[in-house]
């Protein structure tokens, strides 16, 4: 049996002070203070074991949330909190931060990789790429360390995203989290029931009410964006049925709006056919979904590792939570930085099938930017050359 790191408590008061991990929603808050344990690391393949292993020595009232890695055989990183509580607490001012900004890559050499892709998309071969999501990164450095409790309502601002802070392992050098606000529902689990909700298929939004609404009719018809879309929703239907007694998408595909952009989406739900599995085994099996990944999985994240000039670390993940009785909810690792110190990386990704335009995709890219940016209080434009 895996055994878990235990952590002493701190001394301080732990509800008083900023929390370990955060997870706001709209009507739903999960704040963890202090670390009490660490799970076992490991891969994907091995999760749903020592998560077992450890809800049996723990109990089933504890609580393990973190963060998995976008490379399914790299180390996750899960922790059970001190305590929880649900009510967040008042958030300090922010005080504004001056910034540096270095992209890699910028616009044009964003645009070149996708091109790149297509072309391989293009080429004849055993094992078609159907689909691949391919991210840039953008540095900002600030003059001072980012206030994370400051942070948080502003990256909650949001009623359609999920906020969450998670903390990283130790990289020698300012404690690491990853923060973010993402939109799109990996899988959560309540008894037998589960939902997910994936999103595919972007288009940013307009401030004016009339572009706006042309912005999503045209997405809404876009042929590309649907196709991008069917591969995701239909990857995690596969996925799910084997263990599901009823499984749907009663809605079908619908439009979903952030502050900052248009997508594509179709709410699944479903009841299992085991109330005992839990929902980090299930979010396991299905990260990275080709919202994130591409299809196959195999040959899309092998080519992502070639061709992206960063490693993604826990970006295009997941993060969430489980309990001892299974029950949990895990999204997506996007519109998300990783933050250390005073620095910030951001991420965005887009989806590369047969017939993207590699400006077009750059342009999203940048899009998605938008809700970490504004959080933090930095303005960008990027205009094509």
Same mark, same amino acid.
């Given at each position: 049996?895996?055994?878990?790191? %235990?952590?002493?408590?701190?001394?301080?008061?732990?509800?008083?002070?900023?929390?370990?991990?955060? #997870?706001?929603?709209? $009507?739903?808050? +999960?704040?963890?203070?202090?670390?009490?344990?660490?799970?076992?690391?490991?891969?994907?393949?091995?999760?749903?074991?020592?998560?077992?292993? #450890?809800?049996?020595?723990? !109990?089933?009232?504890?609580?393990?949330?973190?963060?998995?890695?976008?490379?399914?055989?790299?180390?996750?990183?899960?922790?059970?909190?001190?305590?929880?509580?649900?009510?967040?607490? *008042?958030?300090?001012?922010?005080?504004?931060?001056?910034?540096?900004?270095?992209?890699?890559?910028?616009?044009?050499?964003? =645009?070149?990789?996708?091109?790149?892709? +297509?072309? /391989?998309?293009?080429?004849?071969?055993?094992?078609?790429?159907?689909?691949?999501?391919?991210?840039? &990164? /953008?540095?900002?450095?600030?003059?001072?360390?980012?206030?994370?409790?400051?942070?948080?309502?502003? /990256?909650?601002?949001?009623?359609?995203?999920?906020?969450?802070?998670?903390?990283?392992?130790?990289?020698? !050098?300012?404690?690491?989290?990853? *923060?973010?606000?993402?939109?799109?529902?990996? /899988?959560?689990k309540q008894g037998r029931q589960i939902r997910s909700h994936?999103? =595919?298929?972007?288009?940013?939004?307009?401030?004016?009410?009339?572009?706006?609404?042309? *912005? =999503?009719?045209?997405?809404?018809?876009?042929? %590309?964006?649907?196709?991008?879309?069917?591969?995701?929703?239909?990857?995690?239907?596969?996925?799910?049925?084997? #263990?599901?007694?009823?499984?749907?998408?009663?809605?079908?595909?619908?439009?979903? %709006?952030?502050?900052?952009?248009?997508? +594509? !989406?179709?709410?699944?739900? !479903?009841?299992?056919?085991?109330? $005992?599995? &839990? &929902?980090?085994?299930?979010?396991?099996?299905?990260?990275?979904?080709?919202?994130?990944?591409? +299809?196959?999985?195999?040959?899309?994240?092998?080519?992502?590792?070639?061709?992206?000039?960063?490693?993604?670390? #826990?970006?295009?993940?997941?993060?969430?939570?489980?309990?001892?009785? $299974?029950? $949990?909810?895990?999204?997506?690792?996007?519109?998300?930085?990783?933050?250390?110190?005073?620095?910030?990386?951001?991420?965005?990704?887009?989806?590369?099938?047969?017939?993207?335009?590699?400006?077009?995709?750059?342009?999203?890219?940048?899009?998605?930017?938008?809700?970490?940016?504004?959080?933090?209080?930095?303005?960008?434009?990027?205009?094509?050359?």
């Amino acid at each position: 049996m895996a055994t878990m790191t %235990k952590h002493l408590p701190a001394s301080a008061t732990v509800a008083g002070a900023t929390p370990l991990l955060a #997870f706001v929603s709209a $009507g739903n808050v +999960l704040l963890g203070h202090g670390q009490l344990a660490t799970l076992p690391r490991g891969p994907a393949a091995t999760l749903g074991a020592r998560v077992g292993d #450890f809800f049996r020595a723990a !109990g089933p009232e504890a609580v393990l949330a973190g963060a998995l890695p976008f490379a399914r055989e790299a180390a996750d990183y899960l922790v059970q909190p001190l305590q929880i509580s649900r009510a967040l607490p *008042a958030a300090p001012a922010w005080a504004p931060l001056r910034w540096s900004l270095r992209h890699e890559p910028d616009a044009a050499g964003y =645009a070149a990789t996708v091109q790149r892709a +297509l072309d /391989l998309m293009a080429r004849p071969g055993a094992e078609p790429l159907t689909k691949i999501v391919l991210s840039r &990164s /953008l540095i900002a450095r600030a003059e001072r360390p980012i206030d994370l409790g400051a942070l948080l309502p502003r /990256l909650a601002a949001d009623p359609a995203v999920t906020a969450f802070i998670v903390p990283l392992p130790d990289a020698g !050098g300012a404690p690491r989290v990853l *923060a973010g606000a993402t939109p799109e529902l990996l /899988l959560a689990k309540q008894g037998r029931q589960i939902r997910s909700h994936p999103l =595919a298929g972007s288009a940013r939004r307009q401030a004016d009410a009339t572009a706006d609404a042309s *912005a =999503a009719a045209a997405l809404a018809r876009s042929d %590309k964006d649907r196709r991008e879309h069917v591969i995701v929703a239909d990857f995690i239907l596969d996925t799910l049925a084997p #263990f599901c007694r009823r499984l749907s998408a009663p809605e079908g595909t619908t439009l979903f %709006k952030t502050r900052s952009m248009w997508h +594509l !989406g179709t709410a699944i739900e !479903g009841e299992l056919k085991d109330e $005992g599995i &839990s &929902s980090a085994e299930l979010a396991a099996l299905l990260h990275p979904t080709p919202a994130v990944c591409g +299809l196959p999985r195999e040959r899309a994240a092998r080519l992502i590792g070639e061709i992206e000039p960063h490693d993604r670390g #826990f970006y295009a993940g997941a993060v969430g939570w489980c309990d001892g009785r $299974g029950d $949990g909810a895990w999204h997506v690792s996007i519109r998300c930085a990783e933050i250390a110190g005073e620095q910030a990386r951001l991420y965005a990704g887009a989806g590369i099938v047969p017939g993207s335009d590699p400006w077009a995709e750059a342009a999203e890219t940048g899009a998605k930017y938008a809700a970490l940016l504004a959080a933090l209080g930095i303005e960008m434009e990027e205009k094509r050359p």
